[in-house]
């Protein structure tokens, strides 16, 4: 089981390529099955087992959640748009899409609230579902620290006063009625206009999510002394003016300078523990007072920490330039 749950990731991003490559059901299964080594039964029988969800039932989700990204960002035809992605019709798609969202694509496109576009696995699956490293580093390239001056923007997001780490976030957050780790990576994917989104539909490492510290006088004191609320969200345009969900908060974060410990590109499934406590190395060690900076704790300034193995492993935190 563990194997396939470090096959997963591997099935999502080729099932994407596979979409916009716009393969029809029996082409995607057949790729898989060509590139994993498995029958196409046996796949589809793990997907389940693992997912809890039809493997076909997951393609037509995400067929339509790319869809969904091109009625709401381009002006193409509903026709054309649902031909591309798989629906014999104007009319099966248009069935198709108010089933999963609610609402019909002519009135997603002419008010696009926020929707759920699911996926099967969490972000960050390897804090989720234990996985075993083995603590050695292949890369070379060391912490990077370097000083910038993030703009005003808004952040979107859920908080939780009382986790301490990302694994703990999640658990006590599953517990309350729509703010599961589930509901709020799907409702996060579906807002329009986030500042580290990459722009893949939503659902991959640059998906512009990311866990963040919020300096609050009731969070929990962390290990470095200040109270933090845990939250995850989205960062967002200072004029972002879109509909919020119920369930989250939406925060002004004003123009501010910060500190940012960076490792480049990593092996996921081998080095994020040995990459985490290099930049907690880091992070330690820093001579703040030699910098003539220190850190802020001024309740309402955010500490952000972006995972993207691809790219980065990188902590973003909040300064302030010390007295003369």
Same mark, same amino acid.
């Given at each position: 089981?563990?194997?396939?749950?470090?096959?997963?990731?591997?099935?999502?991003?080729?099932?994407?390529?596979?979409?916009?490559?716009?393969?029809?059901?029996?082409?995607?299964?057949?790729?898989?099955?060509?590139?994993?080594?498995? /029958?196409?039964?046996?796949?589809? +029988?793990? %997907? *389940? @087992?693992?997912? !809890?969800?039809?493997?076909? &039932? =997951?393609? #037509?989700?995400?067929?339509?959640?790319?869809?969904?990204?091109?009625?709401?960002?381009?002006?193409?035809?509903?026709?054309?748009?649902?031909?591309?992605?798989?629906?014999? /019709?104007?009319?099966?798609?248009? +069935?198709? %899409? *108010? @089933?999963?969202? !609610?609402?019909?694509?002519? &009135? =997603?496109? #002419?008010?696009?609230?926020?929707?759920?576009?699911?996926?099967?696995?969490?972000?960050?699956?390897?804090?989720?579902?234990?996985?075993?490293?083995?603590?050695?580093?292949?890369?070379?390239?060391?912490?990077?620290?370097? %000083?910038?001056?993030?703009?005003?923007?808004?952040?979107?997001?859920?908080?939780?006063?009382?986790?301490?780490?990302?694994?703990?976030?999640?658990?006590?957050?599953?517990?309350?009625?729509?703010?599961?780790?589930?509901?709020?990576?799907?409702?996060?994917?579906?807002?329009?206009?986030?500042?580290?989104?990459?722009?893949?539909?939503?659902?991959?490492?640059?998906?512009?999510?990311?866990?963040?510290?919020?300096?609050?006088?009731?969070?929990?004191?962390?290990?470095?002394?200040?109270?933090?609320?845990?939250?995850?969200?989205?960062?967002?345009?200072?004029?972002?003016?879109?509909?919020?969900?119920?369930?989250?908060?939406?925060?002004?974060?004003?123009?501010?300078?910060?500190?940012?410990?960076?490792?480049?590109?990593?092996?996921?499934?081998?080095?994020?523990?040995?990459?985490?406590?290099?930049?907690?190395?880091?992070?330690?060690?820093?001579?703040?007072?030699?910098?003539?900076?220190?850190?802020?704790?001024?309740?309402g300034r955010v500490f952000y920490y972006f995972h993207d193995p691809a790219r980065y492993f990188r902590y973003v935190r909040p300064v302030k330039r010390c007295a003369e």
């Amino acid at each position: 089981m563990r194997a396939w749950h470090d096959q997963m990731q591997r099935m999502l991003d080729e099932i994407d390529a596979c979409i916009r490559a716009h393969e029809n059901d029996e082409m995607t299964l057949h790729v898989l099955s060509e590139r994993l080594g498995y /029958s196409a039964f046996y796949i589809s +029988r793990k %997907f *389940r @087992e693992i997912s !809890g969800m039809q493997f076909r &039932a =997951y393609l #037509r989700l995400r067929r339509l959640a790319f869809a969904l990204c091109e009625v709401r960002d381009t002006n193409r035809g509903f026709l054309e748009i649902a031909l591309d992605y798989g629906f014999s /019709s104007h009319e099966a798609f248009t +069935r198709a %899409f *108010r @089933e999963a969202y !609610g609402v019909t694509p002519s &009135a =997603y496109r #002419r008010q696009p609230v926020p929707v759920s576009l699911r996926t099967c696995l969490h972000p960050f699956d390897c804090y989720l579902i234990g996985k075993e490293e083995n603590g050695m580093m292949n890369t070379t390239e060391d912490v990077k620290t370097y %000083f910038v001056t993030i703009p005003a923007h808004k952040f979107l997001h859920i908080r939780n006063y009382e986790s301490i780490g990302f694994w703990d976030f999640w658990q006590k957050q599953n517990q309350i009625p729509g703010q599961d780790c589930e509901t709020i990576c799907a409702l996060l994917a579906g807002v329009r206009g986030k500042l580290d989104d990459l722009g893949d539909s939503g659902m991959s490492s640059g998906s512009g999510q990311v866990i963040a510290y919020i300096n609050e006088p009731t969070g929990r004191i962390c290990s470095w002394g200040i109270p933090l609320a845990e939250a995850y969200g989205a960062r967002l345009p200072s004029g972002w003016q879109g509909e919020v969900p119920p369930q989250m908060q939406l925060m002004d974060v004003p123009e501010g300078e910060y500190i940012v410990f960076e490792h480049g590109p990593f092996d996921a499934e081998k080095e994020t523990a040995a990459v985490e406590t290099r930049i907690e190395a880091a992070m330690k060690a820093f001579d703040y007072p030699a910098s003539g900076y220190a850190l802020d704790m001024t309740p309402g300034r955010v500490f952000y920490y972006f995972h993207d193995p691809a790219r980065y492993f990188r902590y973003v935190r909040p300064v302030k330039r010390c007295a003369e």
